[in-house]
């Protein structure tokens, strides 16, 4: 015999209003507060912020400290791995210090003289405040990319900050807590940063993309890139400084993808940076 | 005696496994492993097992407070994992009220239709309400992995009922 109208109600009902053999809430009842916290996130009430602040400072130090074995693991296997490879790397650095010795005497006759010519013509200076924050949260699931940072409002950290690591940059601050706070990485489908492609002069913007690279988007001299260009920040927009190194460009069946400098599986410590404009 | 309360003591750890579970797989986020071809959803698998098979051991409170755990960590609106969860947890809840003989191919199937309305609810909220872009490939091969590992799961979960806990409610 078919299963009546009435018969899918009364389980429906079942399954969602009875409260179940222990439980202390029924199913619609938490259903409904879920959906009132989606819909006071959506429209940003006040005593919601509050809450997901208290929430999120709690949560994110528990999982530092659940992480912290896994993390020690982590480090020790790279350690390991790194002592296997210390010949190899050793010429490799060797080559690269020599490379470096050289450039570094044409980049600080460059500098000086770039400093001077911009002076000449009463060009804009930037200034920065750096605050190092130590990655407390770093595990990415495949849909969002972004870490957690120890550093939060206590510490001037404000929105849409500047996050490097080294010198490269990798992202920008998304949400600020008391004490932490979230960084979007350049990798997040949700990320989008205008920058130059060098030396092409090329300007475009910057999304994250598959397989953790980034792709170039909205450029309008598309032929003119060729591979293994370097990606720059362009400084539009007045977020970040021009001239911030991203990534090489990889070109791959017509897709300009961005391979970042940095791996955003590998980073302990981070620069949160603000750039503030100085005219001459 | 001392036996019985020995018993006693290693039944009421094993009765919080499901839960321990559910809270490392989300804390440690062990199931959304960080590769483009290869990701799925362990909590899914959990929460629609536990919630078919022994409601008692995972309560929807609990699964509520670690959707909200998950959204914290992942930076996705505040609500909208729980909200997936329970969800599943009333697809599991409804295919046990109306299910007299249990068949592991139906739970199976069932599994996958709960998976995939959940799924297209959370993409559709995030898409349409918060401008939040994910990439269909990335969601599209999650939930079929999820399908897929939920066999294997399920046999490991029902080894583990049969031998450490127990087939019925208390």
């Known amino acids: ?12 009902r079942s399954a969602f209003l009875k409260k179940g053999n222990k439980q202390r809430f029924s199913l619609f009842a938490l259903i409904t507060i879920s959906l009132i916290f989606l819909i006071f996130s959506k429209y940003n009430f006040k005593f919601i912020n509050y809450i997901k602040i208290g929430i999120n400072e709690t949560v994110y130090r528990a999982s530092f400290v659940v992480y912290a074995p896994f993390n020690f693991l ?9 002592h296997f ?5 050793y010429e490799i650095l060797n080559k690269d210090l020599q490379n470096l010795r050289k450039k570094k005497y044409e980049s600080e006759f460059l500098i000086s003289e770039n400093k001077r010519l911009k002076k000449v013509i009463e060009d804009i200076y930037y200034s920065s405040d750096e605050i190092i924050a ?16 120890n550093k939060g409002s206590k510490n001037n950290i404000i929105k849409g900050m ?33 920058v130059l492609i060098e030396p092409e002069g090329v300007r475009a913007i910057l999304s994250g993309g598959e397989d953790n690279l980034g792709e170039i988007k909205y450029q309008k001299e598309k032929l003119l890139i060729s591979n293994e260009s370097i990606v720059y920040s362009s400084g539009l927009g007045g977020i970040l400084k021009a001239g911030i190194p991203i990534g090489k460009i990889k070109i791959n069946n017509r897709k300009i993808n961005v391979k970042f400098f940095k791996d955003f599986n590998q980073i302990s410590f981070v620069k949160v940076l603000r750039f503030s404009e100085e005219k001459n | 005696m001392a036996n019985i309360s020995k018993n006693n003591v290693s039944l009421f750890f094993f009765k919080l496994v499901p839960v321990i579970l559910l809270y490392i797989s989300v804390l440690l986020q062990l199931d959304e492993d960080n590769k483009d071809y290869f990701n799925f959803n362990f909590a899914q698998i959990l929460i629609f097992y536990w919630c078919l098979k022994r409601n008692d051991l ?87 992995f999820t399908f897929l590992l939920y066999i294997i799961f399920s046999a490991i979960f029902d080894y583990f009922l049969k031998n450490f ?6």
């Not at chain 1, 130590?134 to 940072?149: A, G, H, N, R, T």
């Not at chain 2, 806990?165 to 208390?170: A, E, T, V």
């Open chain 1, 1 to 12: 015999m078919e299963p009546s109208r009435d018969d899918f109600i009364i389980a429906i």
């Open chain 1, 74 to 82: 982590d480090d020790k296997y790279f350690e390991i791995k790194n």
């Open chain 1, 85 to 89: 490879n210390l010949y190899k790397n």
């Open chain 1, 134 to 149: 130590k990655v407390l949260v770093d595990k990415q699931s495949p849909f969002l990319k972004s870490v957690v940072i």
């Open chain 1, 162 to 194: 500047a996050v490097l690591s080294e010198y490269h940059l990798i992202g920008k601050v998304e949400e600020v807590n008391y004490t932490t706070s979230r960084v979007l990485l350049l990798s997040d489908l949700n990320s989008k940063i205008p």
């Open chain 2, 58 to 144: 995972l309560g929807y409170g609990f699964i509520f407070f670690a959707g909200i755990v998950n959204d914290t960590l992942v930076g996705l609106p505040l609500g909208i994992t729980s909200f997936c969860y329970l969800v599943l947890c009333g697809f599991a809840a409804y295919l046990r009220t109306i299910t007299i003989s249990p068949s592991l191919i139906k739970d199976w199937f069932f599994f996958l239709l709960a998976i995939f309305v959940t799924n297209s609810l959370s993409f559709i909220i995030l898409y349409l309400f918060f401008d939040v872009e994910l990439k269909m490939s990335k969601l599209f091969l999650n939930t079929s």
């Open chain 2, 165 to 170: 806990i127990g087939l019925k409610n208390d």
